[in-house]
């Protein structure tokens, strides 16, 4: 596992008030835990996990990284723990699987927040609990500076009973709070014995909230004092000053490091500030040559200046004869197009004409052939008619319709009109 980052409490590489303050969490669920399956919710590197466990018949502990769930697994194995990767807004479990659902320091940390109240709810039994904590946003608001980078969301008192109370009829809220004490304990106590001068608490100035939640009525609740294994104060500090000693030693070490180096970064900036000088120098000669340059090219730039303006109105005036020429461009294809249907509808007419002559040409062969066939017949008929006309002339010259006609038996020729 990485070192401490301020996400997650790592025991070994933390302040152990910080800690203790985590541990401390863990004790007082433990007394919830004896002989019920428990779930560890955001079980960071396992510690907590591993108290529960003491108690519990059964552990399960889920985290959403896959290296805490390692560390975790690596460190605090047990015949009755199981560590698994999972998000606690989707808990990954039937419903009614545990008697009690631990979640400490986790809800600030997520966005849909609220999601983790409901899927502990709904993985709890009937008579089952939660015990879930945060910090006071209140109090540190007051302590810090600047926002934990890794809190999503933090609550006040009112804000985080209205929370769990949307999700759970019965809720307590219990004040953590980092106090001092003074301990009488033989060295081989058998038991022990508390006197606390004062339980009444302010929610505005606790450190923490630590929640008991369930869906049927609560009993009992006292307060409940920790005292962690390393409870001598006076000596922790000590130590820690020793340690404060020895880290202010070094810096002093580091600070005279720090002024030799400055020492030799002066020396070293007067002569790179001589070497500047001569530099700047340089740069203004340069300057100087380069200022004369600027002046001629800008009498340059004035002359292409005067002949780009020269060129602009030459552009316009070729712009408005190229639009004059895409007027007429236009005018011309419309009368093309006119003339083009024009065109079309001659093609059109004189197609007709010629389907007319075509249709013409053929009643006309028709009919001359008729002509034809009567001229033959005409020619026929007066052939005959001839033939006839000799052949009556001939009976109208003969002896015999002469002497007919004077007997009066002969018919007239030609007949008279009636």
Same mark, same amino acid.
């Given at each position: ?25 863990? =004790?007082? *669920? #433990?007394? /919830? ?7 560890? #919710? ?7 996990? #591993?108290?529960?466990? =003491?108690? !519990? ?10 290296? %805490? ?12 723990? %199981? ?45 089952? *609990? ?12 007051? $302590? ?47 038991? +022990? ?40 104060? /006076?000596? &922790? ?37 001589? $070497?500047?000088?001569? +530099? ?41 004869? #190229?639009?004059?020429?895409? %007027? ?42 008729? *002509? ?7 020619? &026929? ?11 009556? !002339? ?25």
């Amino acid at each position: 596992m990485s070192g401490f980052t301020g996400e997650r409490v790592i025991p070994g590489e933390v302040d152990p008030d910080l800690l203790n303050e985590h541990l401390a969490r863990y =004790a007082f *669920a #433990a007394r /919830l835990a004896r002989g019920k399956r428990v779930l560890d #919710a955001g079980c960071g590197v396992g510690y907590g996990s #591993a108290r529960l466990a =003491a108690h !519990a018949s059964q552990v399960v502990a889920v985290d959403n990284t896959e290296e %805490a769930v390692r560390t975790a697994a690596g460190s605090y194995a047990a015949p009755n723990t %199981a560590f698994l990767r999972g998000d606690c807004c989707a808990l990954p479990f039937p419903d009614h699987t545990f008697d009690l659902v631990v979640a400490f320091e986790v809800i600030e940390h997520l966005q849909e927040w609220d999601r983790l109240v409901a899927e502990s709810r709904r993985v709890l039994a009937e008579w089952g *609990a939660l015990v879930v904590s945060t910090p006071n946003r209140v109090y540190y608001g007051e $302590q810090r500076e600047a926002p934990n980078p890794f809190h999503v969301h933090e609550f006040d008192y009112p804000e985080f009973q209205a929370a769990l109370a949307a999700h759970f009829p019965h809720v307590r809220i219990f004040l953590q709070n980092h106090t001092d004490s003074v301990v009488f304990a033989p060295a081989d106590a058998a038991g +022990v014995e508390t006197c606390i001068e004062t339980l009444a608490g302010v929610p505005e100035e606790s450190h923490f909230f630590v929640a008991v939640c369930s869906a049927r009525p609560l009993h009992g609740g006292p307060a409940f004092v920790y005292v962690p294994r390393t409870a001598n104060v /006076l000596r &922790e500090r000590e130590h820690h000053i020793v340690l404060l000693d020895g880290w202010l030693g070094q810096a002093r070490q580091s600070l005279d490091e720090l002024h030799r180096c400055h020492q030799a970064l002066e020396q070293e900036a007067a002569q790179d500030k001589e $070497q500047a000088q001569q +530099v700047i120098e340089g740069l203004e000669e340069e300057n100087l040559r380069k200022t004369e340059w600027t002046k001629q090219t800008q009498a340059e730039l004035e002359r292409l200046k005067e002949i780009l303006e020269t060129l602009r109105a030459e552009f316009d005036e070729r712009t408005r004869w #190229a639009q004059q020429l895409e %007027a007429e461009r236009g005018e011309l294809v419309a009368n093309y197009q006119r003339l083009s249907e024009e065109e079309q509808k001659v093609r059109q007419d004189l197609q007709a004409c010629v389907d007319q002559l075509r249709a013409t040409e053929a009643e006309l062969e028709n009919r001359t052939g008729w *002509a034809r066939d009567l001229e033959r017949q005409v020619g &026929e008929l007066s052939g005959r008619v001839s033939e006839l006309t000799e052949a009556l !002339a001939a009976i109208l010259r003969s002896p015999a319709y002469r002497i007919g006609k004077r007997l009066g038996l002969a018919p007239r020729w030609p007949p008279e009109s009636a």
